[in-house]
């Protein structure tokens, strides 16, 4: 059982690149040639239709050919053992087809026209703030990893320096850090006992753990219990305000469809 519903998962996969990648088959295609397994041919042009532009880093890329070869790979030795005859993937395909063709006539007939305000996101964020509250203590910070002892106390000694007014233009250019509000309890346990056990500490560091060496700088703690500012939870209220008009929309939308159609529904099932 499990074995066929990997073969299905992958021959899905599998469907899914080739249906991409055949929108061009009647273009004129001239770009390079990137791979090629028997009669399949992975070019440019192809290429470009199936990895976004902010994708295109040159590990994914070497990532996404090999990736298109171990699937064209595949699709040809399901195809001599006559899985592409196969009535239920058959049935399979068809259905996920629909999927996305019912998808993308939403977005275009009705999604696209959704809009939401500041005020409709103010007034959520009023009407259910008790839904915002912190339930456990969170701390806003600056995160340093490294995989050198030596930088992650350099790292600490400029973040130390910063309180004395020192720039931190070269500390933030030399090394990567990552901005963000972490929650007690969801951390790595060295981290998370560095940060919430002394809530005076406002740099942490050097922390080893499996990963490397951290340095945290805390710029702001928010003790559990607070309400989150409606700045902090605006993306959130944003994607369920949407959630809802969609539902709305396609529920419209699904209405007058009903009302200039013919539609039989057995009376046993109503």
């Not at 041919?41 to 890329?61: C, G, I």
């Not at 087809?97 to 006539?105: E, L, T």
């Not at 912190?134 to 806003?140: G, I, L, M, V």
């Amino acid at each position: 059982m499990t074995s066929n519903f990997m073969v299905l998962k992958a021959l899905l996969t599998i469907n899914v690149l080739c249906l991409l990648a055949s929108c061009s088959i009647r273009e004129k295609d001239d770009s390079v040639v990137l791979a090629r397994v028997n009669d399949q041919v992975l070019t440019v042009k192809k290429l470009e239709k199936l990895l976004p532009p902010e994708d295109r880093t040159d590990m994914r890329l070497k990532s996404f050919i090999h990736e298109w070869v171990d699937n064209a790979l595949f699709f040809d030795a399901a195809t001599k053992d006559g899985f592409h005859k196969d009535q239920h993937l058959k049935d399979v395909k068809d259905r996920y087809y629909k999927k996305i063709m019912i998808g993308a006539y939403l977005q275009t007939k009705t999604f696209s026209d959704i809009t939401i305000s500041n005020d409709e996101i103010r007034n959520y964020y009023d009407s259910f703030s008790a839904s915002f509250i912190r339930q456990a203590d969170e701390a806003y910070i600056h995160h340093f990893i490294t995989n050198k002892h030596s930088e992650a106390r350099s790292i600490r000694s400029k973040l130390l320096r910063k309180r004395l007014g020192k720039t931190m233009d070269e500390l933030f250019k030399v090394f990567n850090v990552e901005t963000k509000t972490v929650t007690k309890g969801l951390l790595i346990k060295e981290l998370d006992r560095a940060i919430f056990k002394n809530k005076k500490v406002t740099v942490v560091g050097p922390v080893r753990t499996t990963n490397g060496y951290h340095v945290v700088e805390v710029i702001k703690r928010y003790n559990k219990g607070s309400r989150k500012g409606m700045e902090d939870v605006y993306d959130e209220i944003y994607q369920r305000l949407l959630k809802q008009k969609q539902v709305s929309f396609s529920a419209n939308l699904l209405d007058s469809l009903k009302e200039i159609t013919n539609v039989f529904i057995n009376s046993n099932y109503h």
